[in-house]
C-alpha cells in the first residue's frame, strides 16, 4: 500500500518536497484519485487553531494509505476534554504563551490534564506544545508522546536549508494571528503538515518499516568504487552525515543491508580501509554485492529477513535501478543527493519508531544465528531441540507486553490467522476483560534471543457474533479470535506446539475464573489473506484437512497436551503440566 500509494502521490505532487506551497496540496488533494484509504478518527484539544494544518494534510497521508477525520474541541486552556467520541490519536495542541505560568506549574497542569485524558481513553496520545523559546515539556506516560513545535521545525529546516533557492520562513507570524487563529507561519503549517500526515501519525497506527536497503556508489559516498578505487571515493560532510543517518536507523532496531552492483571482495576492502565511513561492513546484515539485477537483490534480501517487499526500503542514486524494483512493492527513496536523502528519510513514512521495545533490538542477532541453525536440519526433533537448548516461555494477559502485543498484531503477514489489527485501545481492552485470553508466547535458544514472538487471543463465545458459529456450541465453546507468530520464529519446528498449547492454557484459564463447563475443543476464526499460506499449512496440519484450497472458517479443533520432548517451557502457574 505504502509504495502504492506513493507512486500514485508523486504523479502529481512530491509528497517529500522540501519545498511546499498551500495552492498547490489544495489543487492536488482535489485530483488524488480514489484508494482503498483506512479512516481514522483525530481528537484535537487545543488552545490554538489547528485548521490551517488539517487543511492540508490530506496527500500526506494518503500516501500511507489513510484518511483523517479530525474532530476539534473548543478553544480551551484549561483542557476539559469537552470530546467525547471515540478516537484513534488524541492530539493536544498547545501555545504555552497563552499560560502565565512558571515551568514547574504548568508541568505539573499538563501531567493532571493528561492523566484525566488518559483515564478515558488508551488512544495514544500527541502533545504538541508552541513556544517561541523552545520550551521542553517533557512527560513520561503510556502511549504519550510529546513534541516541542519549535524543536521540530528547527530540525526540519535545517535539513530543508540546503535543498531550497530561499531561507527557511520563520515559525512564527503574529501579525496574522488574529485572522488564522494561530502564530504559526504558514510555512510551519505546511511542515507540520508533512511531519504529521508523513511521519508521526502514520507511526502511531501502521507497522513499522522492517529494513533499509543502501545502495553504496553515488549513494553512500561519491565515486564509483570499480572505476576510481577506494582512494579515489569521496566521503563529503553530506555523505558522512547520511551514512551516521542511517546507523541510528540501524541502532534503533531497522535491519540494513547492501544492494550494490560490485565485486564482493572489492567492498569488503572498501568498508576494512575507509575508518572514516561512520557505516562498517558489520552493520549490514546482509549484504547482496554481485551483477544481479536489483529486484533479484531485493527478493534476496526479503528471503534472507524472512520479511516481505513491502516492509523494505531501497535507496539508490541510479533512476534505471529505482524503476526496476517498482513491481515488487518495495518503498524507495531516489538518491538524487545525500541533502535530499536525509530529508526523505527525516520525513518518510512508517520509518519513524516512537516506541522502542527489547525485540527491535534482538531482531539482528536472531537472523545472524538462522545459519546455524539451517545446519542442525537433519537432526530428529527432539535433538533438534536439546541442540538448540530450545526454551518458549507462556504467558498470559501480561499488560507490560501491551505495546509489543499492538506492533506484532499489526505487522504480522505470514503467520496471522484472523487479521483483526487492534488498534493499542483494543489489545488493552483485552487484557483487562475477564472473558479474554491473551497468551504471548517468547522464544529463545542457545544462539539467539528472539523476545516475544507470538500472540493467541482466545474469548467466551458471548464476544462473537459469527452467525456461522452453531448455535448449540455457542454457549459452551472457547473461540480463537486471532493468532500471530512473528515470520523470525518460522521454521524451527515450533508452530504446532505454540499453537496447541497456547489454546490449551487459553481453555484452561478461562475455565478457571468462570462456571462456564466448555468443551475440550476451540473454535479458530481465521481468513485466507494473500500472503499467510504459513499459517493455513501449520492450521492444515492441526486440523488434518486442507485449509489452504477450502473455506471452513471457523473451524473446530480439539484439544490435545503437544508433544514438547526436548523443549524447556516455562507456563504460567495454573497449566497443563502442573
Not at 19 to 42: F, G, M, N, Q, V
Not at 176 to 203: H, V, Y
Request: net charge neutral; charged share 25%.
Amino acid at each position: 500500500m505504502l509504495a502504492h500509494c506513493l507512486e500514485i502521490a508523486q504523479n502529481t505532487f512530491d509528497v517529500l518536497s522540501p519545498d511546499l506551497k498551500r495552492s498547490e496540496i489544495l489543487r492536488t488533494t482535489k485530483s488524488l484519485p480514489k484508494a482503498p484509504l483506512r479512516k481514522i478518527t483525530i481528537n484535537i484539544h487545543r488552545n490554538h487553531a489547528f485548521e490551517p494544518i488539517a487543511s492540508v494534510i490530506a496527500p500526506f497521508l494518503y500516501v500511507s494509505g489513510l484518511e483523517g477525520g479530525f474532530i476539534y474541541s473548543d478553544y480551551d486552556d484549561s483542557l476539559n476534554f469537552q470530546l467525547s467520541n471515540t478516537a484513534e490519536i488524541e492530539i493536544i495542541f498547545l501555545d504555552l504563551a497563552r499560560y502565565m505560568l512558571e515551568d514547574k506549574a504548568l508541568k505539573a497542569f499538563l501531567k493532571d490534564r493528561i492523566e484525566t485524558l488518559r483515564a478515558r481513553t488508551k488512544a495514544p496520545i500527541i502533545l504538541l506544545t508552541l513556544d517561541s523559546a523552545k520550551q521542553t515539556i517533557s512527560l513520561k506516560g503510556e502511549n504519550l508522546f510529546c513534541f516541542c513545535i519549535s524543536h521540530l521545525y528547527e530540525q526540519y529546516t535545517t535539513l530543508q536549508e540546503p535543498l531550497i533557492a530561499h531561507k527557511p520562513k520563520p515559525l512564527l507570524d503574529e501579525a496574522k494571528e488574529a485572522i488564522t487563529g494561530t502564530r504559526l507561519s504558514n510555512a510551519a503549517c505546511l511542515a507540520l503538515a508533512q511531519i504529521l500526515g508523513l511521519k508521526l501519525i502514520p507511526s502511531l497506527v501502521l507497522p513499522a518499516l522492517k529494513a533499509i536497503v543502501c545502495d553504496l556508489d553515488n549513494t553512500l559516498y561519491a565515486g564509483i568504487l570499480g572505476e576510481e578505487g577506494i582512494d579515489g571515493l569521496s566521503l563529503t560532510k553530506a555523505h558522512k552525515a547520511l551514512q551516521s543517518e542511517i546507523l541510528a536507523y540501524k541502532q534503533q532496531g531497522l535491519l540494513l543491508a547492501i544492494a550494490s552492483k560490485n565485486q564482493y571482495e572489492d567492498v569488503r576492502a572498501l568498508f576494512e580501509k575507509r575508518k572514516d565511513f561512520p557505516l562498517r561492513f558489520s552493520c549490514f546484515d546482509s549484504a547482496q554485492i554481485s551483477w544481479e539485477t536489483k529486484d533479484k537483490s531485493l527478493k534476496n534480501i526479503a528471503k534472507a529477513f524472512n520479511i516481505g517487499l513491502d516492509s523494505l526500503l531501497f535507496i539508490d542514486d541510479n533512476i534505471a535501478e529505482i524503476e526496476s524494483i517498482k513491481y515488487t512493492k518495495a518503498s524507495y527513496i531516489h538518491a538524487t543527493s545525500p541533502q535530499d536523502t536525509r530529508f526523505r528519510l527525516f520525513l518518510f513514512p512508517r520509518l519513524t519508531k516512537l516506541t522502542h521495545n527489547k525485540e527491535d533490538s534482538l531482531r539482528a542477532g536472531d537472523i545472524a544465528a538462522n545459519t546455524e541453525r539451517k545446519s542442525l536440519e537433519s537432526l530428529s526433533t527432539q535433538e533438534y531441540f536439546q541442540n538448540l537448548a530450545l526454551k518458549l516461555d507462556f504467558r498470559i494477559d501480561d499488560s507490560k507486553s501491551a505495546q509489543r502485543i499492538y506492533e506484532l498484531m499489526n505487522k504480522t503477514n505470514q503467520f496471522i490467522a484472523n487479521y483483526t489489527r487492534p488498534d493499542s485501545a483494543q489489545v488493552h481492552s483485552w487484557l483487562a476483560d475477564s472473558a479474554v485470553c491473551v497468551v504471548t508466547i517468547s522464544m529463545q535458544d542457545r544462539l539467539s534471543d528472539s523476545g516475544l514472538i507470538g500472540i493467541v487471543v482466545g474469548a467466551y463465545s458471548s464476544l462473537m457474533q459469527d452467525k456461522s458459529t452453531p448455535k448449540q456450541n455457542s454457549t459452551h465453546q472457547i473461540h480463537i479470535l486471532d493468532i500471530v507468530i512473528s515470520c523470525r520464529a518460522l521454521g524451527r519446528r515450533l508452530e504446532s506446539i505454540m499453537l496447541m498449547q497456547s489454546f490449551c492454557l487459553i481453555r484452561q484459564h478461562l475455565l478457571s475464573i468462570s462456571t462456564k463447563d466448555c468443551a475440550e475443543s476451540v473454535l479458530i476464526h481465521y481468513k485466507k489473506g494473500e500472503r499467510n499460506a504459513p499459517f493455513l499449512k501449520a492450521l492444515s496440519e492441526l486440523a488434518n484437512k486442507d485449509l489452504e484450497s477450502t473455506q471452513l472458517s471457523p473451524i473446530t479443533l480439539t484439544l490435545k497436551p503437544p508433544n514438547t520432548k526436548g523443549l524447556d517451557l516455562s507456563l504460567p502457574s495454573r497449566s497443563l503440566n502442573d
